[in-house]
């Protein structure tokens, strides 16, 4: 029976994606784990890999296209012992089978909460043994990142793939039916229904109001979908409430300069560089380790709140923006925040992050200093209940004890998510940042 290939689902909020090139042609045999396709997402180009065995009796949809929504059918497999030019003619028919991307062995001890809630679905399925091996379960490698996330198990989940492998089908529908459940938390914003978004002024519209001529229309392209769906559910669904202070960055300025020219050198450069971003990152994971209550999440049943400090870190890239994500930040030296980071940046803008380096979090900075902006809020990105805002270092003058000096100053501002951190949680978040910036060898102890 022809085996389908359908466009996979690559993160929980892929709607569509683009098929940018096949590693497989037809007539190659292929087995389970081989990769046979490069897809583009909206912020990231992924490794597909097949989940069954067989030859390629046709590639349905061409390298190059555009728009794939995802499930839909782009090649056909014919089995073993199969005509593949009767696979080629028959395929369409039997049930889809969603491949999974290809993910770096330590995807499962890092996978990424949900950062947008679960569609309804059928009812309920009866939970059942997935596999009759021992105590493993045969799955896919999305099903088992998707079954993570979800606070599943997938022994208790019953698998419709070849030979009882569970796949993603699976997973969603044991979510909607509440089966295969853990011990493990659900997923922060997993309960919370889809938001209806407001819609802008039609094209039609907007164009009434300018010359013909004198203007020319650039598609949207997936990133900025995106950016323009999480940015406008934020501030439709989530209460702002913005605090600012102004921290001295003397003390930062001179142990940032002492822990650099500490640096040992490997192959004739120091192992590590320090910025001040790197330090505003680890003051902001130990100020949210201070003040737990505000390490958190909402949704409409729970305040989910985390036990270690995630921190997003908003990087521009051609198009966009892309928060890649520093886990478990409040345990991580400077020096290793930093070598992540600019690991981070670099494959950020070569779109080469995987969906579990910047799905989920915590919380995030946003530092704009190095563009010169003084001062700015930032927009909550659910999950989070929690965005930093940081801007430029400058010398001001300041009055200390009666006296006029002048200092370093920068300007932050704490945006937060007021159904979950209050005005006198986000000032005690906010003074606990500043004390680890103003008094920065507490970021060493």
Not at 75 to 98: C, M, R, T
Not at 220 to 229: E, L, P
Request: charged fraction near 25%; glycine fraction near 8%.
């Amino acid at each position: 029976m022809p085996i389908n290939i359908t466009m996979p689902a690559l993160s929980p909020t892929m709607e569509e994606g683009n098929l940018a090139k096949w590693l497989v042609k037809e007539g190659d045999t292929v087995k389970s784990g081989d990769v046979i396709a490069e897809i583009e997402t909206d912020k990231a180009t992924m490794e597909v890999e097949a989940v069954d065995e067989g030859t390629v009796a046709k590639l349905v949809v061409p390298a190059g296209t555009q728009g794939v929504k995802v499930n839909s059918l782009i090649a056909i497999l014919a089995a073993e012992g199969e005509d593949v030019s009767a696979a080629a003619a028959g395929g369409g028919s039997a049930p889809a089978k969603a491949e999974a991307p290809k993910e770096a062995p330590k995807a499962e001890a890092a996978a990424p909460k949900a950062e947008a809630p679960a569609a309804a679905a059928p009812a309920p399925q009866a939970a059942a043994p997935a596999a009759a091996s021992g105590d493993r379960v045969f799955s896919s490698p999305l099903a088992r990142r998707l079954a993570k996330e979800a606070g599943l198990d997938l022994k208790a989940i019953s698998g419709s793939g070849p030979k009882g492998r569970v796949v993603k089908s699976d997973v969603e529908k044991a979510v909607s039916g509440g089966t295969g459940k853990s011990a493990a938390a659900p997923a922060a914003g997993a309960a919370a229904p889809a938001p209806v978004l407001a819609k802008g002024p039609s094209e039609e519209a907007v164009l009434k109001l300018f010359e013909p001529g004198s203007y020319e229309l650039v598609p949207h392209d997936g990133m900025r979908k995106t950016i323009a769906k999480r940015l406008q559910e934020s501030k439709q669904t989530i209460p702002h409430f913005y605090v600012s202070v102004d921290c001295e960055l003397d003390a930062l300025l001179a142990l940032r300069a002492q822990l650099n020219a500490a640096a040992p050198e490997k192959d004739g450069k120091p192992v590590y560089k320090l910025s001040v971003n790197d330090m505003v990152i680890k003051a902001m994971a130990l100020a949210l380790r201070d003040v737990p209550d505000a390490n958190v999440s909402w949704t409409d049943t729970n305040m989910v709140k985390h036990k270690h400090v995630d921190v997003g870190v908003a990087v521009s890239i051609p198009g966009g923006l892309i928060t890649p994500i520093i886990r478990k930040a409040e345990t991580k030296s400077l020096s290793a925040i930093s070598n992540e980071m600019k690991d981070f940046g670099k494959r950020a803008k070569e779109r080469k992050l995987k969906p579990e380096e910047y799905q989920g979090g915590t919380t995030a900075v946003s530092n704009m200093g190095m563009m010169g902006v003084k001062n700015f809020a930032a927009v909550v990105n659910p999950p989070h209940s929690t965005i930093l805002a940081v801007g430029a270092g400058e010398e001001r003058v300041v009055v200390k004890k009666g006296e006029m000096k002048v200092a370093n100053v920068m300007t932050v501002t704490l945006s937060t998510d007021h159904r979950s951190v209050d005005g006198a949680l986000g000032a005690e978040l906010i003074g606990a940042f500043k004390r680890y910036i103003e008094n920065p060898m507490g970021m060493l102890v």
